[in-house]
């Protein structure tokens, strides 16, 4: 079976930035609160008119060019998405319109906040079977439009952003291991439930979270599927150069970094500018540590992520 491997990194924050400060303006929150409970400073809005197939056109392009591979090579691109422009076509659609692109297959996957390492696995699967060559693998999200912004439970937690990579069949190794998990009896947890019927939206259009919960199920799912990742490839948590998580809450990352025996000098985190963007966290993190120099070609990243399902995955890969 073929090889596959992360040739080129991408991603995108719309310009406009929100301050926990601005937010205490206008909900009953601090910016000590939000900073000691969930370590995040700010987050990116995206403006009226940015849809989150905009988001997913600025980092594909700019992983298209860190990759070198021609667009008329790719032959798959898989959008994972909570918040896509409209009911249908997929946004993964509307993307290779934007992209200027016919033919390739293209389809959303829905995972939340796990959709990044959903989406990347279904494109190692095409590439091990040979059904892809090279795989556009993005997320991209509008949480802000989910945001009920008189909650503070939710509202302060959030941000947009993109990330996106290109995945390629390879002859060298690239992803060493991989496993999705999921948990749909923990669905109430964490949920938007509304659904369009009869021209109407039919129950709450806001994202609705039990944030306890969520933080005591994400740490423990987290902490054992890295570790079971490990074992069944094989390899020693000494022999993991980055842990690229998904970015929710530091407590989280910390937690989870100390279970894996971890420092935090090895996880990238750029929650505390950007906030939890869901299914764009991990590539968005992936890339800024690219492009700063951080993660360097040949190093072992461990990817994992947690999102409303329950789902979660890693990811264990040679860069
Ligand atoms: O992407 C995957 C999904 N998301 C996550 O992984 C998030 C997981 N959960 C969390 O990150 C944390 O549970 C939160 C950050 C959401 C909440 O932190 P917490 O330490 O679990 O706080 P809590 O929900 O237990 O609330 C403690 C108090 C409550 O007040 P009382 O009842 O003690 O008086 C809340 O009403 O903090 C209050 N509170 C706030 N206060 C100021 C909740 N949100 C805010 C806020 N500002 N924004």
Known sequence: MAHSRILGTGSYLPANTVSNAMLAERVDTSDEWIVTRTGIRARHI????????????RAAESAIEASGVDRADIDLIIVATTTPD?????????????????GTAAFDVQAV??????????????????????ALVVGAETMSRLMDWNDRGTCVLFGDGAGAVVLGASDEPGILHAKLEADGHYQSILNTPGRVADGMI???????MDGPAVFKFAVKALSDIAA?????AGMDKAQVDWLVPHQANLRIIESTARHLGLPMERVVVTLPEQANTSAASIPLALDTAVRDGRIQRGQTLMLEGIGGGFTWGAVLLTF
């Open 228 to 232: 079971r990742t490990l074992a069944a």
């Open 86 to 102: 409209m009911m249908f076509p997929s946004t993964a659609c509307i993307l290779q319109e934007k992209l200027g692109m016919r």
């Open 46 to 57: 995206a403006a009226d008119n940015e849809l989150t197939s905009d988001l997913a056109l």
């Open 202 to 208: 039919h129950g709450s259009p806001y994202l609705h």
């Open 113 to 134: 906040c796990a959709g990044f390492i959903y989406a990347l696995v279904t494109a190692h699967g095409y590439i091990q079977s040979g059904m892809a060559k090279n």
